[in-house]
C-alpha cells in the first residue's frame, strides 16, 4: 500500500527541516510502502517501510501539533524511527472525531 494524501502531509510537515533525516524521509515518500494501517476513531496508526535507509540519529520522535478547522483543540502529528528502514505515525485529535475528509487547508501549524 501506498502512503494516502493524509499520511504523506503529516510526514511533510514532521519532517521539514533541511536536516539530513527530514530530507531523507521526503524524498522518498513517493515510495514508501505502508505494512498497516488504523484508523481509530480520534486519529490513526501508520506502520511505514522506507525504501532507503535513514542515516544514523539520535533523534527517534518527531512531533508537532496543529489547528484545524473541524477541531476546537486541535491535534497532533507523531512519527517514531523504530529502525533505520521502519516508521510509525500516529495522528491524533485532542477533542472529538478525526475529520472524515482530508483537506491540506484545514491544517495549521500551531
Not at 14 to 20: A, E, H, I, V
Not at 22 to 31: D, E, F, M
Amino acid at each position: 500500500m501506498s502512503l494516502t494524501n493524509e499520511e504523506e502531509f503529516a510526514l511533510q510537515m514532521l519532517f521539514s527541516g533541511q536536516d539530513k533525516i527530514s530530507v531523507a524521509v521526503r524524498v522518498q515518500l513517493k515510495s514508501c510502502a505502508v505494512k498497516a494501517r488504523k484508523h481509530t476513531g480520534v486519529g490513526f496508526f501508520t506502520s511505514i517501510a522506507l525504501a532507503v535507509t535513514l542515516p544514523v540519529t539520535v533523534q527517534r520522535h518527531w512531533d508537532c501539533n496543529f489547528e484545524h478547522r473541524e477541531l476546537s483543540h486541535g491535534g497532533s502529528f507523531m512519527c517514531w524511527i523504530e529502525n533505520s528502514s521502519f516508521l510509525e505515525l500516529e495522528a491524533v485529535a485532542y477533542n472529538g472525531e478525526w475529520p472524515k475528509k482530508f483537506n491540506s487547508s484545514d491544517f495549521k501549524l500551531a
